[in-house]
């Protein structure tokens, strides 16, 4: 198994140096070092407005949501096998040469992605503040901890979506029994005891009181998801035959009145037919946004008056922003460069497609509006998500162009992309915050979003599809 998963190790760095340079994707993780050193000299300054407590909350969170947006694997299957693994790694189709399993195969992907991502975003991020704990005060052991606890969070993330993904593809029924299991229990727990489920997270009870036991316990309950994961993980054979029935013309009339419906429709047809729209939205959208709202939760004591409806919003913003990714990690562009179809049409074509897929988070937030008894604020809440879901895509297709999932691990990029998102959220949360119908003059972003798109097309149309 070493054999394979170091020549895959290898052959991802290869396609990430390739696409821009073994320099700038070596600097990824330094960014993410320098990022967690610096910060850490502003604990004491964040200390004033927000407690210990609630810090360590918000970064044990955010590694968690990291997890769980990286974590739907088994929602890969064939799609992985046939298309990413058939466009850029080569190695996995040893299997029809060699004598590998295809699951023998996806087990060592999916070691190699978590190492790839542990050295790229949680031992970067632990050590700058381990780094920096000489400095600040904190104690050796507090700093080691923090990396531990990290880890886990990540871990857990990534190995409970990953189980959840590989039973909803593999057995429908008994996902939905197990996620209304899960919804109960959880559900039960905060209405008879008034305790939040946050608070019984794993990684932070460690953080919070380390014990040995609750690490051992943590450690097995992590190896468990990942190996019945792995054990229920079954690729569809590449040469399986599916008949589909003809949904292009008809659906081609629907969206005319779209700027160019031929590509939408076509999308949407992709997506349909992968099986990934719906497992897309649920453990992409759906299942991180919940989490999300659990942990905001917790901190609404430190934000103003409807303050915790209007982040959510912005959180969910760019969370949405993420769709641009679900409708590009299925295509292979490198054929389009035989066609007479431009780059800049393609594009355009991939943000018409979000742009339908926004149904969805506007629905979300209005949803979450009602529940929470801020329908009042219904309208300023879906308007700042949208406006910040449209802007940040803006941005991602003018960093990115067609490739968003590979090039977000070039620092140039992410860095630019952290700037220039981060410059809107801060000075439109503190808007809201200040006046909640106010978040309505978050519209003014989708001018910024209409520049960026145009300089997306001029920028990409110079540059020939990459394939990936």
């Not at 895959?8 to 967690?36: C, D, N, Q, Y």
């Not at 303050?307 to 562009?333: C, E, K, N, Q, R």
């Amino acid at each position: 198994m070493f054999e394979l998963f170091h020549a895959m190790m290898k052959e991802e760095w290869r396609i990430h140096s390739t696409m821009f340079g073994s320099v700038s994707f070596a600097l990824f993780p330094v960014m993410i070092f320098g990022i967690a050193f610096m910060g850490a000299f502003l604990v004491p300054l964040m200390q004033t407005t927000m407690p210990a407590g609630n810090l360590a909350l918000t970064i044990h969170g955010s590694y968690l949501m990291l997890g769980i947006m990286v974590g739907g694997f088994g929602l890969l299957g064939s799609e992985v096998m046939n298309r990413r693994f058939g466009q850029a790694n080569l190695l996995a189709y040893s299997a029809r040469s060699l004598p590998l399993t295809g699951q023998f195969i996806f087990a060592n992907f999916v070691v190699k992605d978590t190492v790839y991502y542990f050295f790229l975003w949680v031992f970067p991020f632990g050590f700058g503040y381990l780094a920096a704990s000489p400095f600040t005060g904190v104690p050796l052991a507090g700093a080691l901890l923090l990396i531990l606890t990290l880890a886990l969070a990540f871990l857990f993330g990534l190995c409970t979506v990953f189980f959840l993904s590989t039973v909803y593809a593999r057995l429908r029924v008994a996902f939905w029994l197990l996620l209304l299991a899960l919804c109960a229990g959880g559900g039960a727990l905060v209405v008879l005891t008034g305790i939040n489920p946050v608070l019984l997270f794993p990684p932070l009870l460690i953080y919070h009181a380390f014990s040995w036991i609750g690490l051992v316990a943590t450690c097995i309950l992590l190896v468990l998801l990942f190996g019945v994961s792995i054990a229920l993980f079954s690729p569809e054979s590449v040469g399986s035959e599916k008949r589909h029935h003809d949904l292009y013309r008809s659906l081609v009339q629907r969206l005319a009145f779209l700027p160019d419906p031929t590509l939408a429709a076509k999308d949407v047809i992709d997506m349909y037919r992968s099986g990934s729209l719906i497992g897309q939205a649920l453990f992409s959208f759906v299942l991180p946004l919940a989490v999300i709202w659990f942990f905001l939760s917790l901190l609404a004591p430190a934000f103003p008056p409807h303050g915790l409806l209007l982040m959510f919003a912005i959180v969910a913003g760019i969370i949405a922003s993420t769709m641009y990714t679900w409708v590009t990690m299925f295509d292979s562009f490198g054929p389009y460069a035989c066609l007479p179809v431009a780059v800049s049409r393609l594009i355009a074509g991939k943000l018409t497609t979000f742009a339908l897929l926004q149904v969805l988070p506007a629905l979300f937030i209005a949803a979450v509006a009602v529940l929470a008894g801020e329908t009042a604020y219904l309208v300023p809440a879906v308007v700042l998500g949208l406006s910040v879901s449209f802007y940040a895509v803006a941005v991602m297709a003018w960093l990115a162009g067609l490739s968003p999932n590979v090039l977000v691990y070039d620092v140039k990029v992410l860095f630019l992309y952290m700037v220039l998102v981060g410059i809107a959220i801060i000075l439109f949360t503190a808007v809201a915050f200040a006046e909640p119908y106010a978040a309505l003059g978050s519209v003014i972003l989708l001018i910024p979003a209409w520049l960026f798109v145009q300089k997306a097309k001029a920028r990409w149309d110079a540059v020939d599809p990459a394939g990936f």
